[in-house]
């Protein structure tokens, strides 16, 4: 239980800062309300035109891709960590990262083929 000590402490922090930002921001921060603020559009353009007009959903399709390959990225740090321990048992970890980044090329390779990442 003690192992966890300095975690709970760090989450406790984290609490009281947010609590203690916001706190300090309703305090001070100034205050002007007026009716372009109130209203359901933050930006002050009023909506125009239907809401059903047509849209690329092309940009959507690289976001998705973006994130995909990025928390497919993030699988790189845990190993990382462990891959000089596991250096005494085998070169197994390093054949399982290279058939995973394998994959991943793979991924790239299919998305340049079906040209994916083409903006028109």
Known sequence: MEAFLP?????????????????????????????????????GVAPEGNARAPFKTHFYLIAVLFLLFDVEAAFFFPWALVYKESLAQGPALLIAMLVYMGFLVLGLVYIFRKDCLRLN
């Open 7 to 43: 975690v709970g402490f760090l989450f406790i922090f984290a609490l009281l800062l947010c609590i203690g930002l916001f706190t300090v921001k309703r305090l001070l921060g100034p205050r002007n309300p007026i009716a372009s603020k109130l209203s359901v559009y933050e930006c």
